[in-house]
Structure formats: structure tokens, C-alpha cells
């Protein structure tokens, strides 16, 4: 059975992480595992006497929280559980997933770290540059409908981008969501736009073909590109937004300029399709 790997520290947003990653698996049909790295930190209210470094406290706790949300979740034969894992966070939240070959991460933007909130948490970022299946990241402050209604898709000129359509095809599909494609043009070349152009509109015939409803298509372009998506996700009453990321198990600042961007503004959740390079 597929499975959905779900990073829990008992912050906030992890909390809230759960509860969307539960309407997936009941949705996929998939197994739900929760993953618990130790840390000593701030957490949600109701956890804050969590001692992390004893193993049955954590084990009573977990049992605590699975017994809350078991109502919820009611996958057919389906298993939902947790892992305790030690070690550096990120690093353990990947390796289960690879040993789970889950299909998806749903975790929190920020946890008990008491990073700041303009910034995308240290351990959210490692896991969406290097993860290897799709990785939805949520916000406690995010506005949106858990049946995703409407999905966002940026559309550029790379490979990566054009690679992330049919697992845009297959979200959709799965929630009967219509998508939105928003063609970002970074250059003020005049034959740039218009191969963006060309490239929404190829976007959205293969949608269509697909049973999907395109609802809109747009391009937009210049210095404030990145502002003017966000903006344009919140116009559109966004669900979801889905954007590639090539994992190369390096931190470098090619992610930063749009997919932080993203992460940190976007008023929906953000999920990102892992592309491998050729």
C-alpha cells in the first residue's frame, strides 16, 4: 500500500500538518506513518512537558495522539503509525521515507525551533531539496480548502517544469481540482514570452486531454515576477501550488529566489515535485 510520511515535533505546525496529511491518505488510500526526531524545544500546547529524552514518554504521547486522530482516518486495511527516530533531523526524515518508498511528505514549514516566521524552517528546507518524492509544506496560517479545489501551477521554460504536468494531472485528478497555469516569464526578451506563451498553452491541452478543467491561464513577467505570482495565488483562491525542485543534496541558492519565496508568502499550501536531471 502506498504510505504518506508526516515529520512530527509537536510544534503548532506539524499539528496542523497531520490533519491535512490524514484527508490525503484517506484520499490515496495510504498508509500514514508519523516520524519523530528528539529534540529539546517550545511545543503545541498540551505537549509542553514532552521530555525528549525519555523514550516511553515520547511513546505514551505518540500513542496519545494517534488515539485522537484515529477517528479520522479510515483507510480501509490501511496502518496508521509512528517512528522514533535519532539523529539530525532532516537526514532521518529522508532516510525513512526512502526506506517507507512513501509516495509523499506533508510537513510543517517551521517547527519547535522558534525560527522566525519570515523565514522557512531550517529542516523543512533540507527536506524539499532533497527529498525524493513530493513534499507538501504547510503553514498554520495558511487559508484552504483540504479538498484543493484549485491548484496553481507555475509554468517556465525548463525541463523541470514541464516534467512536474503529469504529476499535476494526477493531483488534480485525484481531488477533481481545476488547475490554474501561470506561465513566469524572467526575461525581457520578446521571444522568451512568447515560448512561455506557447508552453501554457501545450500545458493546458495536455490537462485537458487529461479530463482536467483549466480554469485560467496567464503569463506573467519582469523584475517582481516572484511578487506577482504570489499575488496572483491569492487572487485565485489557491488550494495548492505545485512547483518543481531538481534534488541534488546540495543547499545552494538556486532555490532560494522562488521556492522560499513561495514557502514563506504563499496564503496555500506548497507542494514540490521532485524532477531528476538527465
Known amino acids: 500500500m502506498k504510505k504518506i510520511i508526516v515529520p512530527l515535533d509537536f510544534s503548532e505546525t506539524s499539528l496542523c500538518a497531520l490533519k491535512t496529511a490524514i484527508t490525503i491518505a484517506n484520499k490515496l488510500q495510504a498508509d500514514l506513518s508519523i516520524v519523530y526526531v528528539a529534540q529539546k524545544e517550545k511545543y503545541a500546547k498540551g505537549y ?137 516569464r524572467r526575461s525581457g526578451i520578446r521571444a522568451i514570452f512568447n515560448r512561455i506563451t506557447t508552453s501554457v498553452h501545450q500545458v493546458e491541452k495536455f490537462l485537458v486531454s487529461k479530463g482536467i478543467e483549466v480554469e485560467k491561464t496567464t503569463v506573467l513577467s519582469g523584475s517582481d515576477v516572484n511578487e506577482q505570482f504570489i499575488e496572483a495565488i491569492q487572487l485565485q483562491d489557491a488550494d495548492l501550488v505545485m512547483i518543481d525542485v531538481t534534488p541534488s543534496g546540495l543547499l545552494t541558492d538556486r532555490f532560494r529566489p522562488f521556492l522560499i519565496t513561495l514557502v514563506n508568502s504563499s496564503k496555500c499550501p506548497v507542494m514540490a515535485i521532485p524532477i531528476k536531471e538527465e
Open 48 to 184: 509542553e512537558q514532552l521530555d525528549a529524552t525519555s523514550g516511553q514518554g515520547i511513546t505514551a504521547l505518540l500513542d496519545k495522539l494517534l488515539l485522537e486522530h484515529r477517528q479520522e482516518y479510515y483507510v480501509a486495511g490501511g496502518k496508521m503509525d509512528y517512528k522514533v527516530r535519532t539523529g539530525i533531523v532532516y537526514e532521518e526524515i529522508i532516510g525513512q521515507s526512502k526506506y517507507d518508498d512513501a509516495v509523499m511528505i506533508v510537513m510543517g514549514s517551521h517547527g519547535v525551533s522558534g525560527i522566525m516566521k519570515s523565514w522557512i524552517g531550517g529542516n523543512a528546507y533540507r527536506v524539499l531539496c532533497t527529498a525524493q518524492c513530493p513534499v507538501l509544506v504547510i503553514r498554520p496560517d495558511m487559508q484552504y480548502s483540504e479538498r484543493f479545489n484549485r491548484v496553481v501551477v507555475p509554468v517556465e521554460l525548463s525541463k523541470a517544469s514541464r516534467y512536474k504536468i503529469p504529476a499535476v494531472g494526477g493531483v488534480c485528478k485525484l481531488f477533481g481540482a481545476k488547475a490554474t497555469l501561470i506561465g513566469v
